[in-house]
Nanobody
Framework: QVQLVESGGGLVQAGGSLRLSCAASGRTFSRYAIAWFRRAPGKEREGVSSISSSGYTYYVDSVKGRFTISRDNAKNMVYLQMNSLKPEDTAVYYC?????????????????WGHGTQVTVSS
């Protein structure tokens, strides 16, 4: 089991950048795939990006070329670098951990979730 805490959200103008961090506790962090999800106002939560335990990365089409996910297993950290932000990226962003996953955005496959961090992109 891992516990997750997100940070790095905030208010940014369109075209700007933010880097979200997901800090994990637990000695088995490196075994987990980590995904970023987001819930925009009035919408269902959706997957954004994920990174497998071996470092393979995945992105949904709407963020490809703008967002970059990475992990530092030595620090138990996962990052989401978000560039060229758009107002439609406004959402609460969550990181989630699951084992034996690669590229999945099925929420039921993720056993551990953070509480989220708000990202607001103004036009």
């Amino acid at each position: 089991q891992v516990q997750l805490v997100e940070s790095g959200g905030g208010l940014v103008q369109a075209g700007g950048s933010l880097r979200l961090s997901c800090a994990a506790s637990g000695r088995t962090f490196s075994r987990y795939a980590i995904a970023w999800f987001r819930r925009a106002p009035g919408k269902e939560r959706e997957g954004v990006s994920s990174i497998s335990s071996s470092g393979y990365t995945y992105y949904v089409d709407s963020v490809k070329g703008r967002f970059t996910i990475s992990r530092d297993n030595a620090k138990n950290m996962v990052y989401l670098q978000m560039n060229s932000l758009k107002p439609e990226d406004t959402a609460v962003y969550y990181c989630a951990a699951g084992q034996y996953l690669s590229g999945s955005y099925n929420e039921r496959e993720y056993s551990n979730w953070g509480h989220g961090t708000q990202v607001t992109v103004s036009s």
